[in-house]
C-alpha cells in the first residue's frame, strides 16, 4: 500500500470510537421504544401515529440540519462539524434517558402520547446533530476509497460492539405476560423501573464513549474561504442533490436497507418472546442470539472489504443484499421452542449486515466526491442529511407494515397477554421475513441501475484531483 494512503491505526481506533455514541443511542431506541410503548405504556394504536409524526418531522429537521453544517463557518479549533457534535452530546445523552422516563400513568394515554411524541422528536433533533457531523467528516478526514475502507473497518467493529451494547437491556424480559389483572399491572410497573434503569445505562455509555472521540479523534478541520464562499445555499444545494441521480438511486436503495434493518431491530423482541416463545428467565437467548449475529458482522467485515475491493462496492452491495434475502428464509419457518435454531438463523444474519454496514458510507463517500468534482466543494453534511430525510421513511415503512399485518390479529387495537397464537405468530413471521426480503429486492434494483463504479468512477477520481484542496 502507497504509505500515503495508509491511515495510523491510532487515528482509526479514535475515529472509529464515533460508532459507539451514534449507534448505541440509534440502535437503543430502534430496539426498545417501540415495544416499551406498544406493550407497557400501552400506546396502543397511538404508537403508530407517534412514529409517523416524528418521520414527517425528521425529513425536515435532518436536511436542515445537514445544511446548517454546511453553511456554518469555522468555528476556531473546534471547526464546524466538531462544534455541533460537542453542543449536541449531553443533550443527546440525557435523552436515553427521558425516552424511559413517563412520569405519570393516565387512563386516557393522551398525555402519555404527547410525552412520546415530544421525547422522541428532542432525541431526534440532537441525535440528527450529532449524527450528521459525524457522517461529513468521514469523507472529508478520509478522502481517498482507500482511507475510507481502512477506516470503515475498525468504524463498523465498534458499530458492532455499539449494537451489542445497546442489546444489552434485552437480557431482561421485554413485555408483560401475565394474564390476571393484578399480577399484570404488578409485572408493568416492574417493566417500566427496569426501562429507566436501561435508559441510564444507555446515556452513560453514550457520553463515556463519545469523550475520547471528540478530544482526540478528529483532526483539525480546515476550510479555505474561497472553498466556503463556493457553498451553494440550502435550496440551491436541495436543489442539486436531488438532481443527482446516482444519489437518488442509493438513497432509495439504501432506504430498502434500513426499512430492513430498522424492521428486524423492532420486531426482533416480539419475535423472540411470541413466536420462538422465549419466556422471562431465558431472555438472556435473545441477547446471546443478537450479540451472536454482532460477532459475526464484525467477523466477516474483512470478507466485505476484499469482496468490494474485487468486485466494485456497487456490486458487492448487490452480492450482499441477495443473500441477506437467502438467510431470512428461516425465520419463517421456525417453530415455538426452536431457542437453538433461532440463535443460529439469527446469528447468520451477521453476515449481510455486515456488508450493509460497510458498503453504504462508501457508496455515498464517492457520490460526494462526484458532486466535489463538478462543483469543487463537499458539501457531505447535505448529502448525508437528504441521505437522512429519505431514508427515514424507512421508519414509516416498519411502523405502517407492522400495522397492517397486526390488523389481522388481536394485536389489532394494541398490545395485549390474551390473544390467538396462530395468527399473532404468521403476522411476526410475515413481519420479519416477507416485507424484508421485499425491501432487499428493491434495493437491488436500484443498485443495478447506480452507475458510479468501474470505469465512471475511476473517471470521476481523475477529475477531482484537480482540486488538491479537497484531497
Known amino acids: 500500500m502507497n504509505e500515503k494512503e495508509k491511515v495510523p491505526f491510532k487515528e ?3 475515529f472509529g470510537i464515533s460508532a459507539i455514541p451514534d449507534h448505541v443511542t440509534y440502535q437503543g431506541f430502534s430496539l426498545l421504544v417501540f415495544t416499551y410503548y406498544f406493550s407497557v405504556i ?7 401515529i407517534g412514529f409517523i409524526i416524528w418521520s414527517i418531522w425528521n425529513m425536515i429537521n435532518d436536511p436542515v440540519l445537514g445544511a446548517l453544517s ?7 479549533k473546534l471547526g464546524k462539524r466538531r462544534f455541533f457534535m460537542i453542543i449536541s452530546i449531553v443533550p443527546l445523552s440525557l435523552s436515553m434517558f427521558f425516552l424511559f422516563y413517563v412520569p405519570f400513568t393516565t387512563t386516557t394515554k393522551i398525555l ?34 482507500s482511507k475510507r475502507a481502512q477506516t470503515n473497518i475498525p468504524i463498523k467493529a ?10 444489552v437491556p434485552t437480557l431482561t424480559q421485554q413485555t408483560p405476560k401475565e394474564t390476571n389483572p393484578v399480577a399484570l399491572q404488578a409485572e408493568i410497573e416492574m417493566l417500566r423501573f427496569n426501562y429507566i434503569i436501561w435508559g441510564i445505562y444507555l446515556a452513560l455509555v453514550v457520553i463515556i464513549f463519545a469523550i475520547p472521540f471528540l478530544w482526540k479523534g478528529i483532526k483539525p478541520e480546515k476550510e479555505l474561504a474561497e472553498t466556503y464562499a463556493k457553498r451553494p445555499g440550502f435550496f440551491e444545494s436541495l436543489k442539486s442533490t436531488l438532481k443527482n441521480k446516482n444519489f437518488v438511486k442509493f438513497v432509495i436503495a439504501n432506504t430498502m436497507i434500513w426499512y430492513v434493518f430498522n424492521t428486524l431491530i423492532t420486531i ?4 423472540f418472546e411470541h413466536v420462538i416463545d422465549i419466556s422471562a428467565e431465558e431472555s438472556f437467548f435473545k441477547t446471546l442470539a443478537l450479540v451472536s449475529a454482532l460477532l459475526v458482522a464484525a467477523f466477516v467485515l474483512p470478507f466485505h472489504k476484499w469482496l468490494g475491493t474485487k468486485y466494485g462496492m456497487r456490486n458487492a452491495m448487490m452480492i450482499t443484499m441477495t443473500l441477506w434475502i437467502g438467510l431470512l428464509t428461516p425465520f419463517f419457518f421456525i417453530s415455538s421452542g426452536d431457542k437453538i435454531f433461532g440463535l443460529i438463523i439469527t446469528a447468520a444474519q451477521g453476515v449481510s449486515l455486515s456488508g450493509a454496514l ?22 457531505s453534511a447535505s448529502f448525508y442529511g437528504i441521505n437522512a430525510l429519505i431514508h427515514r421513511t424507512s421508519t414509516i415503512l416498519t411502523m405502517m407494515t407492522i400495522f397492517i399485518v397486526f390488523q389481522g ?39 443495478k441501475s447506480f452507475s458510479l463504479h468501474g470505469k465512471e468512477l475511476e473517471e470521476m477520481r481523475e477529475r477531482l484531483r484537480k482540486y488538491p484542496e479537497l484531497l
Do not use: M
Request: charged letters at 20%.
Open 42 to 48: 400501552e400506546l396502543k394504536n397511538l404508537v403508530w
Open 268 to 271: 426482533f423482541p416480539l419475535y
Open 409 to 447: 390479529t388481536d394485536w389489532a387495537g394494541g398490545y395485549t397477554t390474551i390473544y390467538d397464537e396462530a395468527t399473532v405468530e404468521l403476522a411476526l413471521k410475515l413481519i420479519i421475513f416477507v416485507f424484508p426480503s421485499i425491501g432487499c429486492l428493491i434495493g437491488i434494483v436500484f443498485l
Open 112 to 145: 402519555e402520547f404527547a410525552y412520546f411524541l415530544t421525547v422522541i422528536i428532542v432525541f431526534e433533533f440532537f441525535y440528527t446533530l450529532f449524527d450528521v457531523n459525524i457522517n461529513a467528516i468521514f469523507p472529508e478526514q478520509f478522502t481517498t476509497e
Open 12 to 14: 482509526k481506533i479514535l
Open 70 to 76: 454546511d453553511r456554518t463557518k469555522q468555528r476556531g
Open 158 to 167: 465498534f458499530t458492532v460492539v455499539a449494537v451489542i451494547l445497546a442489546a
Open 358 to 379: 460497510f458498503y453504504v458510507d462508501i457508496l455515498l463517500g464517492d457520490i460526494i466526491d462526484e458532486d466535489a468534482s463538478r462543483h469543487g466543494v463537499k458539501r
